[in-house]
């Protein structure tokens, strides 16, 4: 009886044994399969310039797995080299400041400009054959960004919920002095995660080469300039929240000398004196300009023929109205937030667009979403401008409007 106690002893070590080397294999195997690689990205000016080749771009690849962004500089032969990348999907830009010498070797007018230029987002498996190519262009980084959105409204003294102050700003991300007459902003179609058992992500979502918005907001044109680092502070409603009788004494900001508000022109809402109105060029809303509490999508975007645009009923759902179709072609920034960090089945805008989302898990709460600085330029901030949320922005306590910081 001892004897067979000892064997079936030996049998379960040897049993064991085994188990820990096939573990060990499997685990040698997984290291084998993740393997780093370099990558090599090549950066070229626009076709109507002088020279292909962008020496000194900054280059960004953004990991979307891994919340971590790599830098580099291009080299003479506007490569730009990145060494031990995990294989992962990726989202790649590019940006070259062209001071006005610069410039005017280049394109024959002596004036400083921004270029920049993004891939899609693309899941990396290891070195390709020949450089990734990026060619510049004049949108991204160069022109305005939103570079805050307030969006999760705050509460009450007597533990009721307030959202009338919630604003977006937008920032001049150049080195030159901007335009913004005819700038559009549109809030994006759809669900900003599951906020109750029957929501469904949105049915625009297979759609890969445009958005659906449900409002679209114009910058009037009234010769608005704004000053490089500047913003433009664009409220729901333009008044003191904190302070106003109508207000929220525990409101965090005071929105009484934004640029401007957005009025629908409802009798319920109220037009502020003083506060010059966004123009309304569709708003299928309710008495305000609302955007969700869990979290907004919203597109910067212009157009010389806004009532060109396709128009389409929302499938499956004929008590709404009709959204209007923007072409990625025509998005300047855009920015995602949705409800919890598990909700990125509910993402409103393409991956090529936009490859991340913020979110604060809560609502009411006056947290904000700001976006990072990347550098300065003659104490100017730059901002980030990967082509994606999560990595550009971070959720603050606070919000700040009017300040980038």
Known sequence: ??????????????????????????????????????????????????????????????SQTRDTTFTAKTDENGIAFFEGLSPGPYSLSASRELTASEAGGLTGTAASVDLSGTLPTETLE????????????????????????????SALPEGDTYFRDQFFELYNNTGKTLEADGLY??????????????????????????????AAWQVPDDNVTVEPGGTLVIAQHGINHANDPNGNPDSPVNLGDADFEMYTGKDEDTDVNGVPNMN?????????????????????????????????????AS???????????????????LQGP???????????????????GDTYTSESAERLIDTEVNGRPVLENTNNTGNDFEITDTPTPGTVQ
Do not use: W
Not at 7 to 26: E, F, Y
Not at 129 to 153: A, K, M, N, R
Not at 190 to 213: H, L, M
Not at 342 to 360: H, K
């Open 342 to 360: 598990n909700s990125g089945d509910y993402m409103r805008i393409p991956l090529d667009v936009n490859a991340g989302f913020v979110s604060t």
């Open 1 to 62: 009886m001892k004897s067979m106690r000892r064997i079936q002893g030996l049998s379960t070590v040897l049993l064991i044994l085994a188990l820990a080397v096939g573990l060990s294999g499997c685990d040698s195997t997984s290291t084998d399969e993740v393997q780093p690689f370099d990558l090599e990205v090549k950066v070229t000016y626009p076709d109507e310039y002088n020279a292909p080749i962008a020496e000194g771009a900054t280059v960004k690849a953004a």
């Open 280 to 316: 309304r060029r569709y708003f299928d809303g309710g008495f305000y300009s609302l955007v969700p509490v869990f979290g907004p999508a919203l597109i910067l975007f212009r157009t010389d023929d806004f009532a060109s645009l396709e128009r389409k009923p929302v499938p499956g």
């Open 185 to 214: 902003i549109g809030v994006v179609h759809g669900a900003s995660g599951q906020i109750n058992p029957r929501t469904e992500p949105t049915p625009f979502q297979d759609e890969e080469d445009a958005v659906y918005v449900e």
């Open 126 to 153: 290891g070195p390709s054959d020949s450089p990734l190519q990026i060619q510049l262009g004049t949108t991204g980084v160069g022109t305005f960004v939103f570079s805050e959105v307030y969006y999760t409204g």
């Open 319 to 337: 008590f709404y109205g009709d959204r209007i179709r923007v072409p990625n072609d025509l998005i300047i920034d855009s920015f995602e937030a």
